[in-house]
């Protein structure tokens, strides 16, 4: 079976709200490139649907074994499934549907809270039916990396958490080859996610990508402030905690007026994890070793950033309560 099972319209998505001046329509115009490089690969790779923008077969709903709820992305779930199934998924660039961004920090981290936790989730249901399947071994590693990619957000804040004992460990002297060794992947993990999204604004934007490109260094501040908010959710899937589905709250409609930033301790978790950093990069300036403080820097204003606006997010929600 090779027939299309549904097809996804391009997100046309708003810039309102706190959030605004922070690239979220830059991170979801990643799709439309995503898919063109997959065209030609269609017949192997996965893709999914994002829960929104698009339309169905109601047949192929039925023949993947119908929507489930033991994960919290039951979107990408029953993409899939349905995949497995051999449907396939017609992304359509040039329609574009209205959509809505988080317009707050706290919004931000719940919706990407619920996509990681949700991602683990699929992968570990899904993935021995993947790896048992007739798939190709590009198909199957490509599923790997599509479901497990939250992974790196655990990495992240190990790396972060590591710097400064791997520095006593070492007795303050590390030896330059170390550093290019530890240095050339933390490169190329930060740099690869703004080559795509580059890559993608020329695709898309053909006229003025130049200007909105200047909004990738705050993508990276926020993918680096969030990756404590992440790791707890990668834990959480992988331990087999349950947790609600929490909507992510937009201002489209009036019930979103309703919602309140949860209280939580994760934005002093953030914040200290930012004064951590800069700790660490003092230590590191002092001992002359300077090649990853670059990257430490990334953390510091990462966690900073996102710590604190979440923070008065909850403060002003409770004055307002």
């Known amino acids: 079976m090779t027939e299309q099972g549904w097809s996804k319209r391009r997100w046309g998505q708003s810039e309102s709200g706190e959030i605004s001046t922070h690239p979220r329509p830059v991170r979801g115009d990643r799709w439309p490139l995503r898919h063109r490089a997959n065209r030609p690969l269609c017949e ?4 999914n649907f994002n829960g929104t923008a698009g339309i169905w077969r109601r047949t192929t709903i039925e023949d993947a074994g119908g929507w489930t709820a033991d994960t919290l992305t039951e979107d990408l779930d029953l993409s899939y499934r349905a995949q497995l199934r051999g449907w396939h998924l017609e992304y359509v660039a040039h329609v574009i549907a209205p959509a809505e961004l988080p317009e707050t920090y706290s919004a931000f981290k719940s919706q990407q809270f619920r996509w990681a936790k949700g991602s683990i989730q699929t992968s570990i249901k899904l993935l021995p039916e993947i790896f048992s399947s007739r798939l190709s071994l590009f198909a199957k590693l490509q599923t790997i990396f599509h479901l497990c990619h939250y992974f790196a957000h655990p990495l992240m804040l190990v790396v972060a958490l590591l710097a400064l004992p791997a520095l006593h ?20 993990s930060t740099c690869g996610p703004a080559v795509l999204y580059t890559t993608s604004q020329r695709y898309l934007y053909p ?25 707890r959710a990668v834990l959480e899937a992988i331990l ?52 990853i403080i670059p990257f430490l820097s990334l953390y510091v204003a990462g966690f900073s950033l996102v710590g604190w606006s979440s923070l008065r997010e909850q403060f002003h929600a409770r004055e307002n309560a």
């Open 169 to 188: 460990y070492l007795n303050g002297a590390i030896h330059q080859w170390w550093l290019v060794v530890f240095s050339v992947p933390l490169l190329a």
């Open 207 to 231: 006229t003025d990508w130049g200007g909105r490109i200047l909004l990738l260094p705050a993508l990276m501040l926020v993918g680096f402030g969030i990756c404590i908010s992440n790791t």
């Open 240 to 291: 087999g905690i349950k947790s609600g589905f929490v909507r992510t709250p937009k201002s489209g409609t009036a019930a979103a007026k309703n919602y309140r930033p949860v209280a939580d301790r994760i934005p002093l978790l953030e914040i200290a994890a930012g004064l951590y950093c800069a700790a660490t990069i003092i230590v590191y300036a002092r001992s002359g070793n300077y090649s």
């Open 44 to 47: 192997s790779s996965f893709l």
